[in-house]
T-cell receptor, first 112, second 112 residues
Framework: AQSVTQLDSQVPVFEEAPVELRCNYSSSVSVYLFWYVQYPNQGLQLLLKYLSGSTLVKGINGFEAEFNKSQTSFHLRKPSVHISDTAEYFCAASNRDDKIIFGKGTRLHILP | DGGITQSPKYLFRKEGQNVTLSCEQNLNHDAMYWYRQDPGQGLRLIYYSQIVNDFQKGDIAEGYSVSREKKESFPLTVTSAQKNPTAFYLC???????????FGEGSRLTVL
């Protein structure tokens, strides 16, 4: 069965500093990976996705993620954060034959 | 614009009352999902439907019911049997096997 682990429940970072949000998954079959962002009292929006091909995936708002099969990781990165990036971020995994699985989320706090 | 519409956005209910949350999509997606979100617990799957007139229980279906009479609509009823119904409820749909989800804006239910 699949599982998704987000290693940090909260990450504080200063404005204009880089950030990495960590995500590890477990799956015995080929997997599709996603990062979503949720602003307060809103639904989730897709940031980026890995389906196949290049392991470096670029998304919206300057975010990118790297698929690492050997480490079963899909960490999300941004070189310079802004106050508007304050939100909760969810990693998710799916495959053809199983349910979509979400991590528990990471709250990103941007410090002035 | 295509999307998913959830209503109402905020709902208050007395204990012992059933309440129905609406979810409508005009994306022509076959599969639809209901998730429950509680602080620090990520998203938990309540029910999903991959085709009209068919649906399956998710991880926390007890105390909830759904119907799928039309492709566009997937309402969720929170029954009085649900022990702790206060939560944020998210409806979503997918267009293909990759599991990329499109979310509504959510409905926040508070039981008084």
């Amino acid at each position: 069965a699949q599982s998704v682990t987000q290693l940090d429940s909260q990450v504080p970072v200063f404005e204009e500093a880089p950030v990495e949000l960590r995500c590890n998954y477990s799956s015995s079959v080929s997997v599709y990976l996603f990062w979503y962002v949720q602003y307060p009292n809103q639904g989730l929006q897709l940031l980026l996705k890995y389906l196949s091909g290049s392991t470096l995936v670029k998304g919206i708002n300057g975010f990118e993620a790297e698929f690492n099969k050997s480490q079963t990781s899909f960490h999300l990165r941004k070189p310079s954060v802004h106050i508007s990036d304050t939100a909760e971020y969810f990693c998710a995994a799916s495959n053809r034959d199983d349910k979509i699985i979400f991590g528990k989320g990471t709250r990103l706090h941007i410090l002035p | 614009d295509g999307g998913i519409t959830q209503s109402p956005k905020y709902l208050f209910r007395k204990e012992g009352q059933n309440v129905t949350l609406s979810c409508e999509q005009n994306l022509n997606h076959d599969a639809m999902y209901w998730y429950r979100q509680d602080p620090g617990q990520g998203l938990r799957l309540i029910y999903y439907s991959q085709i009209v007139n068919d649906f399956q229980k998710g991880d926390i279906a007890e105390g909830y019911s759904v119907s799928r009479e039309k492709k566009e609509s997937f309402p969720l009823t929170v029954t009085s049997a649900q022990k702790n119904p206060t939560a944020f409820y998210l409806c979503a749909s997918t267009r293909d096997y990759t599991g990329e989800l499109f979310f509504g804006e959510g409905s926040r239910l508070t039981v008084l």
